[in-house]
């Protein structure tokens, strides 16, 4: 996948939606090439950026130093992981055999990205959408992602329509925004001809 990394540094240095120290370890085939890492995470939209942390324990937030994009992610509690004890897992649909183990300093923070993450994802979104779509056909029975604008005329099925099967009622009247009024010229001459106290 490629990035361009002027935006993606630009998106890292926005306000997050939650950031904090944790370590993470990259697993292969279930075991551990190189150990945990330190590192200082930034979750922002469906990106988690992770930034280095120097041996005096400071933070480089000039440059990220990688990003994992969390469409088709799974994210999962882990509990019984050697060398942490609080963590949780992220892995991808896509890369089946491979997984990084995030660990954090408690459990009610290890909840919380969880949280954050599985809510992050574009899947989700659609999800929700779809969720509220449905809710709002229920109610109005209208669907609110069929509508469209056109000249103010034909916006959208409605569900009574849809299920007579009635083509010639498949849309509605849009009401339409009241029209600005006519502009009118000023005589400046006039106008400084009035007397004021008088009207």
Not at 75 to 94: A, C, I, Q, W, Y
Not at 171 to 188: A, E, G, I, M
Not at 191 to 198: G, K
Request: with cysteine; aromatic share 12%; glycine share 6%.
């Amino acid at each position: 996948m490629r990035f361009n990394n002027r935006e993606m540094i630009h998106i890292s240095h926005s306000n997050p939606v939650l950031e904090g120290r944790m370590s993470y370890a990259k697993l292969s085939n279930g075991y551990s090439s190189k150990g945990f890492k330190e590192r200082w995470f930034r979750l922002k939209y469906n990106l988690l950026f992770y930034f280095k942390i120097n041996g005096f324990g400071q933070v480089d937030l000039h440059q990220p130093a990688g990003v994992f994009v969390l469409e088709n992610s799974i994210v999962r509690l882990e509990n019984n992981m050697p060398g942490t004890l609080f963590s949780f897992s992220l892995s991808f649909k896509d890369e089946p055999d491979k997984k990084y183990i995030i660990s954090s300093q408690s459990e009610d923070h290890v909840h919380q990205w969880i949280k954050c993450i599985q809510c992050s994802t574009y899947e989700y979104m659609r999800t929700r959408m779809t969720t509220i779509q449905k809710k709002i056909v229920e109610l109005t029975g209208r669907d609110p992602l069929l509508m469209y604008p056109e000249e103010g005329k034909k916006i959208g099925r409605t569900k009574r329509s849809a299920a007579d099967g009635d083509d010639n009622d498949l849309f509605f009247n849009l009401p339409t925004d009241p029209l600005p009024p006519p502009r009118q010229k000023h005589d400046v001459c006039k106008t400084a001809e009035l007397n004021l106290i008088e009207l």
